[in-house]
C-alpha cells in the first residue's frame, strides 16, 4: 500500500481531510468506518464555518433578548393568577386589586392567603376550580375566582359559591354571631351579562325589597367583565383610583400592552406584578402547566356548552310530544325519552369534539351521569365511523 493508502489512528475529521490532501474519493476509506454527515465533509473541505463580528453580536443579542424577556403568560389563565397572587410578597399588589375591586372607605391593607397551594396535577384537571380565598384584616373573607371561558350557569352557581365559603367559617362550638362577611369575586374573560352594555363591574347584595338601604351585611357577589373594561387608559391611569379597575383589567388581559409602560414606571405595586409574572413566565415548566390548564378550562366550557344545549333540546322536545298526547303518563314519558336522547347526543358529541378527546369514560361518565359502560359502548359504536380516539 502506498503512503496515501496509509492509515494511521485518526478521528474522521482526521480521515477526510487525509483523503482530501491526496485525492482520494471522499467516501473510499472514511464512510463504512468513520461515518460522517455531509456539513462535517463540508467543513472538512473549507474549513469551520465563522461569522462575523456582527453575526455573532446578532446572536447574542437574541439569546439575551430571548432569556431575559419571555413572552408574558395571560392572568386570565386561572394556575396562572395563582401563582403570583398566592405569593406572600406579593400581598401589596393583591390588597390593590381587591382595592379597586371592592372599593372600600379605606384602602385594603392587611391580606392573607389561606389557600396558597397549587396542587401538581390541578394543570390536567378540568373538573378542579382554582379559586383564591383570602382574608382580609377585618376578618372579611373573599373568595377570588379567574375563569377564562364561561363553564355554563356560573351566574347560576354564585350564590352556592358563596354559601361554600361562608359555611366554612362555622366550626362546632363557635357562635353563629361571630361570622363575618363573606365577599365571592369572579373576574371572568368572557360577557356575562350581555343586556348591560356599558357596565363591567356587577355587585349583587341581599336587600330588602322595599328598603333597599337595608341589607345584609354579610352576603356580596361580584362579577368583573374584563371585555367591557375599557381597552384605552386615560393619560393619567397612574394615579386616580377611579382608574385603578381599568389598568388592572389591561394588565390581567395584556400585562405586555406597550401602553402599560408608563403605568409600570410610575407605580412599584405594578411593576412588582409584572416582575413576578415575568419570573413565572421564565420557567419552562410553569409555562407548560399554564398551557395544558388553559386547553383543558376551555374543553371543560365547551363540554358545558354542548351538555346544556343538548339536554334543554331534547327535553323541550319531549315535553311537547308528551304534550300532545294529552296524557300525564304520555308527557312522563316524553320527557323521560326526551332526556335519554340527550344523553345519547350529548355522548356523541363529547366523543367526536376534538376539545373533549382526553376525557377517560369515568370522567364522562361523572359529568354526563351515566355508567362508564354505557359511554363504552357509544365509543364502541363510533369507533367504526370515526377511529378509536
Known sequence: MDEAHKIPVRG??????????????????????????????????????????????????????????????????????????????????????????LRPPSPITGVE?????????????????????????????????????????????????WAR???????????????????VIFIVNFVQFKH????????????????PNLRHPHMRIDFVELPKLPLTLPEDAGLPACHQLAIWGKILRDP?????????????VFKATKDKLMEISSDIKNRERARWREKN?????????????????????????????????GKAEGKAEGEAKAIDKLLHGILTAEATAGLTDDVIASLVGVSADVVAEVRRALSGRLGDR
Open 165 to 183: 365559603v361562608h359555611s366554612d367559617q362555622a366550626t362546632r362550638g363557635k357562635d353563629h354571631i361571630e361570622l363575618k362577611p363573606t365577599i
Open 196 to 211: 348591560l352594555t356599558g357596565q363591567a363591574h356587577h355587585i349583587f347584595e341581599l336587600r330588602h325589597r322595599d328598603d
Open 113 to 161: 392567603v389561606l389557600n396558597p397551594e397549587i396542587p401538581r396535577r390541578i394543570a390536567n384537571d378540568k373538573l378542579a376550580v382554582l379559586d383564591l380565598l383570602v382574608l382580609l384584616e377585618d376578618g372579611t373573607r373573599v373568595n377570588v375566582e379567574m375563569q377564562l371561558t364561561d363553564p355554563g350557569r356560573t351566574w347560576v352557581r354564585a350564590p352556592f359559591y
Open 256 to 268: 405586555a400592552d406597550k401602553t402599560l409602560e408608563g403605568v409600570y414606571m410610575s407605580d412599584q
Open 12 to 101: 474522521p475529521w482526521q480521515h477526510l481531510v487525509h483523503q482530501v490532501r491526496h485525492g482520494l474519493p471522499p467516501d473510499s476509506l472514511v464512510s463504512q468506518r468513520h461515518p460522517m454527515s455531509f456539513a462535517n465533509r463540508a467543513k472538512a473541505l473549507h474549513g469551520p464555518r465563522r461569522l462575523t463580528n456582527g453575526g455573532n453580536m446578532k446572536r447574542k443579542q437574541h439569546k439575551a433578548k430571548t432569556s431575559d424577556e419571555p413572552e408574558l403568560l395571560r392572568l386570565t389563565i386561572d394556575i396562572v393568577f395563582k401563582m403570583v397572587f398566592a405569593d406572600p410578597k406579593m400581598a401589596p399588589a393583591l390588597a390593590a386589586l381587591l382595592t379597586a375591586i
Open 297 to 329: 378550562r376551555m374543553a371543560k366550557a365547551e363540554f358545558e356548552a354542548l351538555k346544556n344545549a343538548s339536554l334543554e333540546d331534547a327535553r323541550a322536545e319531549g315535553e311537547a310530544r308528551g304534550r300532545g298526547e294529552g296524557k300525564a303518563e
